[in-house]
Structure formats: structure tokens, C-alpha cells
């Protein structure tokens, strides 16, 4: 069973989206929602924000994941821990833009995500992250 579907994963996911929506942020996780590209429904799932050099950044540690397809089609989402919700809207980085980013990712979220980067973690070379780039989509997202 690959890790992102693992029983325990699902587990944790709902237990820390539960407690954002109720206003405690685990090391800074907090709900995404995003409308889903067929349903128009809204998804949630907890994610752990970014901020880099003055904008927040939502890595997807699991690679080409549902959210992120959905993210894709709609182009924004909504952000939310406890009753604070922010609307936003997301831009894709290029590979190119993304090592500094995921290197950014790893020095913070490593210890919890680190897993799903394989050999890649936060001391690994420019080439190795620009490699493993095009696994991660990386989002830029502005708050409305």
C-alpha cells in the first residue's frame, strides 16, 4: 500500500483537519479546500503551509495528488484554521523555480514528510532537488 493511502495516514489526516477546523494548528498545519475539477464540491485535507520570503507556498509532498489536480483546474482554494478562513488563489512554479522552495519544505517538514522525497531531504544538492522537482508541484498562493 503506497504511504499517501496507508490507514494510519488517513488517520492522522482527519484527526489534524478536525483540529484545524477547530482552531488548533499542529506546527502550523492548517484545512485546505479546494473544489473538486468534476463534482464542484468542496475537498478538504490538512496541509501544512510554507511561508517563504514573504508569500506562503503548498508543497505536495505525495507528488501529483487529487488536491493538487483539483488546485490545478480551480486555481484556488481556501485556507483554514478555526473560524479564520482565507480565500486565495494559487499559481504553479515551474521545476526551475522550485529547489530553494522544497529545500525551504524540507528544513521545516522533513521530520514529518521526509518519507515521500525518497534519498531528497533538505541537504541535498541543487541538482538533486531540481531532479526531484517535477514529482512535487509547489503552489504560490495569494490571499484575496
Known amino acids: 500500500m503506497p504511504p499517501a493511502h496507508h490507514p494510519f495516514d488517513r488517520a ?12 488548533v494548528s499542529l506546527a502550523g498545519t492548517a484545512e485546505l479546500s479546494v473544489r473538486g475539477r468534476k463534482s464542484g ?48 488563489t494559487a499559481v504553479e512554479l515551474t521545476d526551475e523555480e522550485k529547489p530553494v522552495v ?3 519544505y524540507l528544513k521545516k517538514w522533513g521530520w514529518e514528510l521526509g518519507r515521500f522525497f525518497g534519498d531528497v ?7 538533486e532537488l531540481l ?6 508541484p509547489v503552489f504560490r498562493i495569494t490571499v484575496k
Open 12 to 23: 492522522l489526516n482527519n484527526l489534524v483537519g478536525w483540529l484545524a477546523r477547530r482552531g
Open 41 to 88: 464540491e468542496w475537498r478538504r485535507l490538512p496541509v501544512n503551509p510554507l511561508p517563504y520570503e514573504g508569500s506562503p507556498y503548498l508543497v505536495s509532498a505525495r507528488g501529483h495528488s487529487e488536491w493538487v489536480r483539483n488546485m490545478r483546474a480551480a486555481g484556488g482554494g481556501r485556507l483554514q484554521v478555526g473560524r479564520r478562513v482565507q480565500e486565495f
Open 102 to 104: 522544497l529545500r525551504t
Open 121 to 127: 531531504n533538505a541537504d541535498s544538492t541543487e541538482e
Open 131 to 136: 531532479a526531484a522537482a517535477p514529482r512535487h
